[in-house]
């Protein structure tokens, strides 16, 4: 399905203005004490005096309104967990308005979470406990510092970073757009890598094709397996990995590229051979070749969000995580959920829920948010293998994508309806589709809609975008 693009295009704010919000979520959940988040490490280990003999930070305590003792100075930075606390009616704030400081809680931007213990450290404002004893960061921060006592979240931008532009959008059958049909003729699925080059998968009669769409408007095309049809598209988004203090940012070391797309048929849809491969397959950018490398039993088949033998068949839900492991429902039967270790090739049983799968996208570092059949959408929490129940659709889910600028999610419905929910899983309208719809976040910080019209398979849908917010 369709990933929480933004998290690219968040990589792009100046490590100098504090706002590197791309950064791997899932390198920082798993910072050791010593290493930093974005922004590096930060130590508050207490000095033993000033120069002179004149008391230090363990002579004279660190009183006012959030203050903690660094370096031998006491210094404003209510995120620390040594920091006295804030005065009354504020909180302390982790984003980059004002980073450690004591705020009025109505204040835009303002990034506030109540300290957690975890494990030897305490989890404070941004961060959140994996419930292993690390502390990772909550949405919307990019990163996490610690110190030996404690940890909060960094990289918690209030202005949304200008990305990339995908191909113009332009209208039906216009070339060099979106809606170019050498492009969109039979796409199922649409996703937009760091490039902001949009990839698509196609479900229509005889050979399927993986499809890109680079900005400039050139269409590429991969024939897939002969007449077996594709499902869904995801693509890893390339992720900033923090840095030690002053030095430079680097990328981590997986491909520029790697897309997934599921192989899915039906009992009657020209593809009966037992032989025939379906499951997940990896593109490889220097032979253009899909090698399958989940294989699934045949014809999973359940009651999907679409109404339809021909698309609500086989493995669902294909997400890349922020820990850069690739997930994927419906594998063996209906509602297990498997993922892929994308350096070794190694397949995992996570976990197997009551129903199929519909959908499924990152949520945060730790966390995976899967809709079932029914409309119910559940928190996974990967360490534990453990789900919890987050919100319920009264349309099947279409389409999942996680905002990690504002923490926002925004749920597609088969009744064309598209929810937003806040973190807490409260939703409300946002807008409304032509037809049943995919959705994915570009870099340029828009919504996209793959609108598919009925039968589905095909056809040739429409595409439409709306803008998200630019500040929080």
């Keep these: 399905m369709n990933r929480a693009s933004v998290w690219t295009s968040l990589a792009a704010t100046s490590l100098a203005a504090a706002s590197l919000a791309a950064a791997s979520l899932a390198a920082c959940a798993t910072n050791e004490e010593g290493s930093g988040g974005a922004g590096g490490t930060s130590s508050s280990t207490a000095g033993s005096g000033g120069s002179g003999g004149a008391p230090g930070c363990p002579d004279v305590p660190c009183t006012g309104a959030g203050e903690a003792c660094i370096a031998g100075v006491c210094t404003p930075d209510c995120r620390r967990a040594d920091a006295s606390p804030c005065p009354p009616s ?12 004591c705020v009025d809680p109505a204040a835009p931007c303002v990034t506030t979470s109540v300290p957690e213990p975890c494990g030897t450290k305490v989890c404070g404002p941004g961060s959140a406990c994996d419930g292993a004893g690390k502390c990772y960061p909550r949405v919307p921060c990019g990163g996490v510092s610690c110190d030996a006592t404690g940890c909060f979240g960094t990289a918690c931008a209030c202005v949304r970073p200008s990305g990339c532009e995908p191909a113009p959008l332009g209208a039906p059958g216009e070339v060099g757009t979106l809606h170019d049909a050498a492009f969109l003729q039979g796409v199922v699925d649409l996703d937009f890598d760091p490039t902001c080059t949009a990839w698509g998968a196609t479900l229509k009669s005889g050979p399927d094709y993986l499809r890109s769409i680079a900005p400039a408007g050139t269409v590429a095309s ?6 077996l049809n594709m499902g869904e598209v995801a693509v890893l988004q390339r992720m900033a990995i923090p840095a030690l203090p002053a030095a430079p940012v680097h990328l981590d070391p997986l491909p520029d590229l790697d897309v997934a797309l599921t192989y899915i048929c039906c009992a009657t849809c020209g593809c009966q051979l037992a032989s025939t491969p379906q499951g997940v397959a990896r593109l490889e950018p220097l032979t253009s ?18 109404g339809s033998v021909v698309f609500d068949t086989g493995p669902a839900g294909l997400a890349y995580g922020t820990d850069r492991v690739l997930y994927v429902g419906n594998v063996d039967v ?4 498997h993922r892929l270790e994308l350096a070794t090739a190694t397949q995992t049983l996570v976990t197997t829920f009551g129903a199929r799968i519909h959908a499924s996208t990152a949520f945060d570092a730790v966390t995976m948010l899967v809709a079932l059949e029914g409309g119910e959408l559940r928190l996974l929490h990967l360490p534990s293998a453990t789900s919890s129940p987050w919100a319920t659709s009264s349309s099947p889910v279409t389409g999942l994508v996680r905002d990690f600028f504002d923490g926002s999610t925004y749920v597609a419905r ?4 598209i929810w937003r929910y806040d973190a807490s899983g409260l939703g409300a309208p946002f807008e409304s589709a032509a037809s049943p719809a995919r959705i994915a976040i570009a870099q340029n910080g828009w919504l996209y809609a793959l609108e598919i019209p009925a039968p589905f398979a095909d056809v040739t849908p429409t595409v439409e975008r709306w803008q998200l917010p630019t500040t929080r």
């Design 414 to 417: 088969r009744d064309g309806a």
């Design 289 to 306: 070749l899909i090698p399958l490398v989940v294989p699934s039993q045949t014809f999973t088949t359940g009651s999907g969000p679409f």
């Design 222 to 227: 991969i024939t897939g397996v002969t007449n």
């Design 90 to 101: 504020t909180v302390c704030d982790a984003s980059d308005a004002s980073p450690g400081a």
């Design 334 to 337: 209906n509602g297990d959920y």
